[in-house]
Protein backbone atom coordinates (compact mmCIF):
# COMPACT_ATOMS: atom_id res chain seq x y z
CA UNK A 1 0.00 0.00 0.00
CA UNK A 2 2.72 2.46 0.69
CA UNK A 3 3.90 1.88 -3.05
CA UNK A 4 0.52 3.03 -3.95
CA UNK A 5 0.70 6.03 -1.22
CA UNK A 6 3.75 7.03 -2.51
CA UNK A 7 3.14 7.16 -6.19
CA UNK A 8 0.21 9.60 -5.69
CA UNK A 9 1.77 11.33 -2.32
CA UNK A 10 1.39 15.18 -2.38
CA UNK A 11 2.73 15.84 -5.51
CA UNK A 12 1.39 19.27 -6.42
CA UNK A 13 1.68 19.63 -9.82
CA UNK A 14 3.13 23.00 -10.76
CA UNK A 15 2.12 23.17 -14.64
CA UNK A 16 -0.45 25.65 -14.14
CA UNK A 17 -0.50 28.49 -16.54
CA UNK A 18 -0.39 31.87 -14.47
CA UNK A 19 -3.43 32.46 -13.35
CA UNK A 20 -4.13 35.71 -12.88
CA UNK A 21 -6.58 35.86 -10.03
CA UNK A 22 -5.01 33.57 -7.63
CA UNK A 23 -7.62 31.87 -5.11
CA UNK A 24 -6.74 30.05 -1.85
CA UNK A 25 -3.17 29.08 -1.72
CA UNK A 26 -2.35 25.45 -1.12
CA UNK A 27 -1.81 26.08 2.43
CA UNK A 28 -4.78 27.81 3.07
CA UNK A 29 -7.13 25.33 1.05
CA UNK A 30 -5.15 22.61 3.64
CA UNK A 31 -6.52 25.36 6.54
CA UNK A 32 -9.69 25.70 4.95
CA UNK A 33 -11.58 23.36 7.78
CA UNK A 34 -9.66 20.32 7.02
CA UNK A 35 -6.62 21.29 9.57
CA UNK A 36 -8.86 20.50 12.44
CA UNK A 37 -9.94 17.50 10.69
CA UNK A 38 -6.90 15.89 10.10
CA UNK A 39 -5.74 16.87 13.97
CA UNK A 40 -9.00 14.67 15.24
CA UNK A 41 -8.20 11.84 12.62
CA UNK A 42 -4.98 11.33 14.00
CA UNK A 43 -6.09 11.30 17.44
CA UNK A 44 -8.07 8.01 16.36
CA UNK A 45 -11.54 10.07 16.14
CA UNK A 46 -14.24 8.17 14.78
CA UNK A 47 -16.92 10.92 14.40
CA UNK A 48 -13.71 12.69 11.83
CA UNK A 49 -13.35 9.44 10.04
CA UNK A 50 -17.20 9.83 9.52
CA UNK A 51 -17.25 12.78 8.55
CA UNK A 52 -14.33 12.74 6.17
CA UNK A 53 -16.14 9.75 4.65
CA UNK A 54 -19.10 11.74 4.00
CA UNK A 55 -17.63 14.10 2.59
CA UNK A 56 -16.19 13.17 -0.19
CA UNK A 57 -17.84 9.56 -1.03
CA UNK A 58 -20.41 10.44 -3.42
CA UNK A 59 -17.70 12.52 -5.56
CA UNK A 60 -15.50 9.64 -5.10
CA UNK A 61 -17.90 6.98 -6.26
CA UNK A 62 -19.09 9.28 -9.38
CA UNK A 63 -15.50 9.60 -10.72
CA UNK A 64 -14.62 6.30 -10.22
CA UNK A 65 -17.31 5.54 -11.94
CA UNK A 66 -15.47 6.80 -15.07
CA UNK A 67 -12.80 4.76 -15.08
CA UNK A 68 -14.37 1.35 -14.33
CA UNK A 69 -17.22 -1.03 -15.56
CA UNK A 70 -19.77 -0.94 -13.41
CA UNK A 71 -21.25 1.27 -10.04
CA UNK A 72 -20.12 -2.15 -7.90
CA UNK A 73 -16.57 -2.32 -9.15
CA UNK A 74 -16.17 1.79 -8.18
CA UNK A 75 -17.22 1.01 -4.96
CA UNK A 76 -14.82 -1.75 -4.69
CA UNK A 77 -11.74 0.87 -6.00
CA UNK A 78 -13.48 3.51 -3.15
CA UNK A 79 -13.39 1.18 -0.40
CA UNK A 80 -9.87 0.34 -1.49
CA UNK A 81 -9.01 3.99 -1.11
CA UNK A 82 -10.42 4.54 1.78
CA UNK A 83 -8.46 1.88 3.39
CA UNK A 84 -4.80 3.18 1.67
CA UNK A 85 -6.57 6.96 3.75
CA UNK A 86 -6.96 4.91 7.08
CA UNK A 87 -2.83 3.25 6.38
CA UNK A 88 -1.25 6.80 5.31
CA UNK A 89 -2.56 9.10 7.28
CA UNK A 90 -0.13 8.91 9.47
CA UNK A 91 2.77 9.94 7.00
CA UNK A 92 0.24 12.47 5.73
CA UNK A 93 2.48 15.28 5.78
CA UNK A 94 -0.16 18.17 4.64
CA UNK A 95 1.53 19.01 1.32
CA UNK A 96 -1.24 18.97 -0.54
CA UNK A 97 -4.52 19.68 1.15
CA UNK A 98 -6.80 16.31 2.37
CA UNK A 99 -8.38 15.93 -0.43
CA UNK A 100 -6.31 16.25 -3.17
CA UNK A 101 -4.50 13.59 -1.67
CA UNK A 102 -7.50 11.34 -1.28
CA UNK A 103 -8.35 11.93 -4.73
CA UNK A 104 -5.01 11.07 -5.87
CA UNK A 105 -5.10 7.53 -4.30
CA UNK A 106 -8.71 6.80 -5.53
CA UNK A 107 -7.62 8.39 -9.66
CA UNK A 108 -4.25 6.03 -9.42
CA UNK A 109 -6.68 2.89 -7.74
CA UNK A 110 -9.29 3.53 -10.84
CA UNK A 111 -6.94 3.75 -13.55
CA UNK A 112 -5.15 0.23 -12.48
CA UNK A 113 -8.58 -0.90 -11.97
CA UNK A 114 -9.59 -0.03 -14.99
CA UNK A 115 -6.42 -1.40 -17.07
CA UNK A 116 -6.50 -4.27 -15.36
CA UNK A 117 -9.94 -5.03 -16.37
CA UNK A 118 -9.17 -4.03 -19.98
CA UNK A 119 -12.47 -2.08 -20.34
CA UNK A 120 -10.71 1.35 -20.76
CA UNK A 121 -7.39 -0.34 -22.05
CA UNK A 122 -6.35 3.03 -24.54
CA UNK A 123 -6.07 4.92 -21.64
CA UNK A 124 -4.16 7.82 -23.62
CA UNK A 125 -6.62 7.97 -26.69
CA UNK A 126 -9.59 8.30 -23.94
CA UNK A 127 -7.83 10.86 -22.24
CA UNK A 128 -7.41 12.95 -25.08
CA UNK A 129 -10.78 12.36 -26.51
CA UNK A 130 -13.07 15.41 -26.09
CA UNK A 131 -11.18 17.58 -24.95
CA UNK A 132 -9.78 20.98 -26.75
CA UNK A 133 -10.71 19.85 -30.44
CA UNK A 134 -13.93 20.68 -30.73
CA UNK A 135 -16.22 23.78 -30.28
CA UNK A 136 -18.48 23.01 -27.35
CA UNK A 137 -21.34 24.53 -28.55
CA UNK A 138 -23.20 23.45 -32.24
CA UNK A 139 -21.55 25.48 -34.99
CA UNK A 140 -24.64 25.79 -36.53
CA UNK A 141 -26.34 27.97 -33.65
CA UNK A 142 -23.70 30.92 -35.22
CA UNK A 143 -23.60 32.36 -38.82
CA UNK A 144 -21.19 30.82 -40.54
CA UNK A 145 -20.43 33.53 -43.06
CA UNK A 146 -21.25 36.79 -44.15
CA UNK A 147 -20.75 40.04 -42.46
CA UNK A 148 -22.53 38.38 -38.60
CA UNK A 149 -20.10 35.47 -39.30
CA UNK A 150 -20.03 34.28 -35.79
CA UNK A 151 -22.61 35.48 -33.88
CA UNK A 152 -25.34 34.53 -33.19
CA UNK A 153 -27.98 33.21 -35.49
CA UNK A 154 -29.76 31.04 -33.20
CA UNK A 155 -29.19 32.67 -29.50
CA UNK A 156 -30.46 30.87 -26.47
CA UNK A 157 -34.06 32.28 -25.42
CA UNK A 158 -33.65 33.26 -22.11
CA UNK A 159 -34.67 31.64 -18.90
CA UNK A 160 -36.46 34.08 -17.18
CA UNK A 161 -38.45 32.22 -14.68
CA UNK A 162 -35.92 29.69 -14.28
CA UNK A 163 -34.30 30.52 -10.83
CA UNK A 164 -31.93 27.87 -9.60
CA UNK A 165 -34.39 27.20 -7.20
CA UNK A 166 -37.00 26.42 -9.88
CA UNK A 167 -34.79 23.96 -11.44
CA UNK A 168 -33.90 21.87 -8.84
CA UNK A 169 -38.01 21.87 -7.77
CA UNK A 170 -38.90 20.07 -11.32
CA UNK A 171 -38.15 16.41 -10.75
CA UNK A 172 -38.03 16.10 -14.86
CA UNK A 173 -35.47 19.38 -14.93
CA UNK A 174 -33.19 17.62 -12.19
CA UNK A 175 -33.28 13.74 -14.02
CA UNK A 176 -32.26 15.87 -17.27
CA UNK A 177 -29.58 17.44 -15.51
CA UNK A 178 -28.34 14.38 -14.14
CA UNK A 179 -28.56 12.33 -16.99
CA UNK A 180 -26.76 14.83 -18.85
CA UNK A 181 -23.86 14.61 -16.39
CA UNK A 182 -23.55 10.99 -16.32
CA UNK A 183 -23.15 10.81 -20.15
CA UNK A 184 -20.35 13.45 -20.11
CA UNK A 185 -16.88 11.88 -21.14
CA UNK A 186 -14.86 11.10 -18.16
CA UNK A 187 -12.33 13.94 -19.07
CA UNK A 188 -15.46 16.54 -18.80
CA UNK A 189 -16.97 15.14 -15.85
CA UNK A 190 -14.30 14.77 -13.34
CA UNK A 191 -13.95 18.62 -13.71
CA UNK A 192 -17.30 19.25 -13.06
CA UNK A 193 -17.67 16.98 -10.51
CA UNK A 194 -14.66 19.01 -8.88
CA UNK A 195 -15.11 22.24 -9.34
CA UNK A 196 -18.87 23.00 -9.53
CA UNK A 197 -20.58 19.79 -7.73
CA UNK A 198 -17.76 19.57 -4.40
CA UNK A 199 -16.71 23.26 -4.84
CA UNK A 200 -13.15 22.66 -5.08
CA UNK A 201 -11.10 25.59 -6.29
CA UNK A 202 -9.26 26.03 -9.67
CA UNK A 203 -6.21 25.56 -8.70
CA UNK A 204 -7.00 22.58 -6.22
CA UNK A 205 -9.20 20.65 -9.77
CA UNK A 206 -5.89 21.42 -11.55
CA UNK A 207 -3.41 19.62 -9.10
CA UNK A 208 -6.02 16.47 -8.39
CA UNK A 209 -6.52 16.13 -12.43
CA UNK A 210 -3.26 17.26 -13.10
CA UNK A 211 -4.31 19.45 -16.19
CA UNK A 212 -3.57 22.95 -16.80
CA UNK A 213 -5.43 25.73 -15.55
CA UNK A 214 -6.49 26.66 -19.21
CA UNK A 215 -7.40 22.98 -20.00
CA UNK A 216 -9.53 22.66 -17.11
CA UNK A 217 -11.62 25.78 -18.22
CA UNK A 218 -11.94 24.39 -21.41
CA UNK A 219 -13.18 20.71 -20.22
CA UNK A 220 -15.10 22.80 -17.49
CA UNK A 221 -17.08 24.99 -19.95
CA UNK A 222 -17.99 22.27 -22.41
CA UNK A 223 -19.18 19.99 -19.18
CA UNK A 224 -21.32 23.02 -18.33
CA UNK A 225 -22.60 23.47 -21.56
CA UNK A 226 -23.73 20.16 -22.16
CA UNK A 227 -26.08 20.52 -18.68
CA UNK A 228 -27.44 24.15 -20.32
CA UNK A 229 -28.26 21.98 -23.38
CA UNK A 230 -29.96 19.13 -21.54
CA UNK A 231 -31.75 22.36 -19.56
CA UNK A 232 -32.63 24.07 -22.75
CA UNK A 233 -34.43 20.71 -24.32
CA UNK A 234 -35.72 19.86 -21.07
CA UNK A 235 -37.43 23.87 -21.09
CA UNK A 236 -38.30 23.73 -25.11
CA UNK A 237 -40.21 20.50 -24.62
CA UNK A 238 -42.36 21.75 -21.31
CA UNK A 239 -46.05 22.58 -22.22
CA UNK A 240 -45.53 26.70 -22.81
CA UNK A 241 -48.72 27.23 -19.73
CA UNK A 242 -46.46 25.93 -17.29
CA UNK B 1 -9.26 36.86 -34.06
CA UNK B 2 -8.49 40.38 -35.69
CA UNK B 3 -11.82 42.47 -36.76
CA UNK B 4 -11.76 42.54 -40.72
CA UNK B 5 -12.86 45.92 -42.58
CA UNK B 6 -16.40 45.93 -43.35
CA UNK B 7 -17.74 43.75 -40.30
CA UNK B 8 -20.43 45.00 -37.88
CA UNK B 9 -19.08 46.33 -35.08
CA UNK B 10 -20.44 44.58 -31.84
CA UNK B 11 -17.32 44.73 -30.68
CA UNK B 12 -13.73 43.10 -31.44
CA UNK B 13 -15.12 39.25 -30.12
CA UNK B 14 -17.59 36.99 -31.92
CA UNK B 15 -20.48 35.77 -30.10
CA UNK B 16 -18.77 32.14 -31.09
CA UNK B 17 -15.53 33.16 -29.41
CA UNK B 18 -17.15 34.59 -26.41
CA UNK B 19 -19.12 31.87 -25.40
CA UNK B 20 -15.90 29.58 -25.24
CA UNK B 21 -14.84 32.10 -22.33
CA UNK B 22 -17.94 32.10 -20.31
CA UNK B 23 -16.73 29.94 -17.86
CA UNK B 24 -13.63 31.12 -17.05
CA UNK B 25 -14.92 34.77 -17.47
CA UNK B 26 -17.71 34.06 -14.32
CA UNK B 27 -14.63 32.46 -12.60
CA UNK B 28 -12.52 35.70 -12.87
CA UNK B 29 -9.73 33.76 -14.94
CA UNK B 30 -9.60 35.24 -17.93
CA UNK B 31 -7.09 38.05 -18.39
CA UNK B 32 -7.97 41.89 -17.69
CA UNK B 33 -8.18 43.00 -21.39
CA UNK B 34 -9.84 39.99 -22.50
CA UNK B 35 -12.68 40.55 -19.36
CA UNK B 36 -13.26 43.71 -20.80
CA UNK B 37 -13.51 43.10 -24.33
CA UNK B 38 -16.20 40.45 -23.22
CA UNK B 39 -17.96 42.89 -20.76
CA UNK B 40 -17.96 45.21 -23.31
CA UNK B 41 -19.74 42.50 -25.66
CA UNK B 42 -21.79 41.73 -23.04
CA UNK B 43 -23.55 45.09 -22.44
CA UNK B 44 -24.86 44.96 -26.37
CA UNK B 45 -25.44 41.55 -27.18
CA UNK B 46 -28.49 39.89 -25.98
CA UNK B 47 -27.79 36.53 -26.84
CA UNK B 48 -24.51 36.55 -25.12
CA UNK B 49 -26.18 38.33 -22.15
CA UNK B 50 -28.67 35.24 -21.91
CA UNK B 51 -25.76 32.36 -22.71
CA UNK B 52 -23.52 34.34 -19.75
CA UNK B 53 -26.68 33.93 -17.53
CA UNK B 54 -27.68 30.30 -18.46
CA UNK B 55 -24.11 29.32 -17.55
CA UNK B 56 -23.92 30.87 -14.33
CA UNK B 57 -27.62 29.23 -13.26
CA UNK B 58 -25.83 25.55 -14.84
CA UNK B 59 -22.76 26.22 -12.46
CA UNK B 60 -25.25 26.75 -9.16
CA UNK B 61 -27.37 24.35 -9.65
CA UNK B 62 -24.86 21.44 -10.36
CA UNK B 63 -23.80 21.76 -7.31
CA UNK B 64 -27.31 21.66 -5.37
CA UNK B 65 -28.53 18.82 -7.13
CA UNK B 66 -29.13 16.18 -4.93
CA UNK B 67 -26.15 13.47 -3.87
CA UNK B 68 -27.67 9.55 -4.20
CA UNK B 69 -24.70 7.92 -2.32
CA UNK B 70 -23.96 8.96 1.01
CA UNK B 71 -21.84 6.24 2.81
CA UNK B 72 -19.86 2.96 1.31
CA UNK B 73 -21.50 0.01 1.55
CA UNK B 74 -19.33 -1.61 3.77
CA UNK B 75 -18.67 1.16 6.11
CA UNK B 76 -18.64 -0.76 9.13
CA UNK B 77 -15.74 -2.31 7.97
CA UNK B 78 -13.88 1.16 7.46
CA UNK B 79 -14.70 2.17 10.77
CA UNK B 80 -13.03 -0.67 12.02
CA UNK B 81 -9.93 -0.30 10.37
CA UNK B 82 -9.85 2.62 11.01
CA UNK B 83 -10.15 2.35 14.64
CA UNK B 84 -7.97 -0.58 14.81
CA UNK B 85 -4.94 1.65 12.54
CA UNK B 86 -5.49 4.11 15.51
CA UNK B 87 -4.85 1.67 18.29
CA UNK B 88 -1.96 0.53 16.67
CA UNK B 89 -0.44 4.39 16.09
CA UNK B 90 -2.49 6.59 18.43
CA UNK B 91 -0.35 9.50 17.57
CA UNK B 92 -0.65 9.16 14.20
CA UNK B 93 2.76 8.13 13.43
Same mark, same amino acid.
Request: aromatic share 6%.
Given at each position: ?59 ? %? ?29 ? #? ?9 ? #?? %?? %? ?28 ? %????? #? ?58 ? &? ?29 ? &? ?9 | ? !? ?10 ? $? ?15 ? !? ?17 ? $? ?21 ? !? ?20
Amino acid at each position: MNVETSAVTESVSHRMVAGRKPELSQSAAVANGEVALLARLRQGNEGAFDELVTRHHSAL %IRMAMGYVADREVAEEVVQDTWMVVIEGLGQ #FEGRSSLRTWI #FG %IM %IHKAKDRGVREKRHTNFSSFESADDEGDEA %IDPSR #FHQSGEWAGHWAFPPQPWDDQTPEKLLASQQAVTAMNRAIEALPRTLKDVLILRDVEGVE &TKEVCDILKITETNLYVRLHRARERVRQAVE &THLERRPSAV | M !AQEEGQPILSEI $TCQEITQWVSAYLDEHV !ADERKRHIALHLAICAGCE $TYVKQIATVRDVVGLLPKAVKQP !ADSQRLRQAFVARAKRSPAGG
